[in-house]
């Protein structure tokens, strides 16, 4: 069968309603139509025989799938499981870790709302405290670094106090979507003794991983964002020295504590869901295959990171404003952010701001991509993808125009 071309034409290959212009890929991701009869046909073998499904031969599909994220991301499969979402795999990771009363975990203003969230939590139940890093962004990668080896270095001299014992990093953050220097920011805090759990929520399918390399103390990414799997698969990478502290949200029988972090003798049984649909994980293996058919990641992420550069200029010229881009132009993946002009005066709250934007983008303009603040000025995320093209950017940037020439005559 030979495929359309990247852009419009390719939204054929997906479910999407006919003129419907979806910049918001990053959000909740989409899979193609290709991937439907895989994902039904294990739905099916479940129903066929549930008992011989969910006891026996669903693990040897989930292990399979298992061992092809471990080839695309360079990890032992004995290190990794499958998740739901990104969520709760860092709801695994922070509610479980053996955190006592003071230690401190480090993190940034940009992290994404559920697992700052999820920080706040264990510093409520636990006691644990935050060292809250702020990024204005565009920053350029150096910035970040030594912003953060500042505050490691402020915390860590404080004498008779507990130390930072872990810090949350983001590969790429979500609003704004900017690619951090995860990698070095991960060898940076190591190299102090805190243990790195990096969100890569964004990233498979997305940028190249190498967790052999990068060798980060936790990791996650959804494999339904940009990889092109059902809703939800994701991935949680533990290696074997920290499996002894990680457990599931939901404990199920094969609970087992253990006093060594490096006891990896029931992760394996642990991250065994309870009743659950594991269909959406037996896709990866059709995913990857999907993707290969289209020339791969390097041909589908060129495409996408062209098409995010050149789509933000236009959008930027239609606004009449800017992409938040640093010098070395590290910021823009397949994501790109553009200012919106708001008035500075204007007398909205900011949450019925953001509440216009996607009412009327969605229900009046059959697009959406997401609008947001970041330190005082209002941005706009929108995200390329195979199925779009410079008219679609074209389209939103109008409709991004209308809305807020509207709102700024309120
Ligand atoms: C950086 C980041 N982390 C975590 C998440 C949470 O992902 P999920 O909704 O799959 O739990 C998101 C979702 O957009 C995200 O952007």
Redesign the pocket.
């Known amino acids: 069968m030979t495929l359309p071309k990247f852009g419009k034409a390719f939204r054929s290959e997906f479910s999407f309603q006919p003129n419907y212009v979806p910049l918001n890929h ?2 909740y991701g989409t899979y193609p139509k290709a991937l439907k009869p895989i994902l039904r046909g294990y739905q099916e073998a479940a129903e066929e025989h549930p008992d011989r499904w969910l006891r026996y031969e669903q693990h040897l599909v989930l292990e399979k799938n298992l061992q092809l994220v471990g080839q695309m991301i360079n990890a032992d499969p004995k290190d990794l499981s499958f998740v739901p ?4 795999a ?1 709801n695994n990771v922070l509610r479980s870790f053996p955190f006592k009363a003071g230690d401190k975990v480090l993190y940034y203003q940009t992290g ?1 709302i ?2 700052n969230k999820t920080l706040e939590f264990v510093q409520d139940h636990y006691g644990v405290e935050l060292v809250r890093v702020d990024l204005q962004f565009p920053m350029e990668d150096d910035e970040i670094v030594d912003l953060t080896r500042q505050a490691i270095q402020h915390e860590q001299a404080k004498a008779d106090e507990p130390k930072i014992v872990m810090a949350v990093i ?1 590969a ?3 609003l704004p979507a900017v690619r951090l220097p995860f990698e070095r920011l991960t060898k940076l805090v190591q190299a102090n003794g805190i243990l790195a759990l990096v ?1 890569g ?2 990233t498979m399918g997305h940028i190249e991983l190498d967790m052999q390399a990068v060798d980060p103390d936790f990791f996650f990414a ?1 494999c ?2 940009w990889f092109f799997t059902p809703r ?1 698969c ?1 991935i949680l990478y533990v290696p074997k020295r920290n499996q002894g502290y990680v457990h599931p949200t939901t404990i199920t029988e094969s609970y087992k504590y253990h006093t060594e972090c490096s006891d990896h003798s029931s992760f394996a049984l642990e991250q065994i869901p309870p009743t659950l649909d594991t269909s959406p994980y037996m896709c990866v293996e059709a995913a990857i295959k999907y993707r290969e058919s289209l020339g791969g990641e390097k041909v589908i992420n060129d495409y996408c990171h062209d098409l995010a550069v050149k789509g933000g200029a236009l959008v930027a010229d239609i606004l009449g404003t800017c992409v938040l881009e640093n010098a070395a132009k590290t910021v823009t993946t397949n994501m790109v952010n553009v200012q919106l002009p708001i008035r500075s005066t204007i007398t909205k709250s900011d949450s019925d701001i953001v509440n216009t934007y996607l009412q009327k983008l969605i229900y009046e303009y059959n697009t959406m991509a997401s609008p947001y603040k970041h330190n005082g000025t209002w941005w706009v995320r929108l995200c390329a993808q195979i199925y779009l093209d410079l008219d679609d950017f074209e389209i939103a940037g109008k409709a991004l125009l209308a809305i807020t020439n509207e709102m700024n005559k309120d």
């Open positions: 990053g959000s979402n990104a969520s709760q860092a994404y559920n697992v983001d790429l953050s979500s969100d929520a964004h959804n339904h964002k939800g994701c």
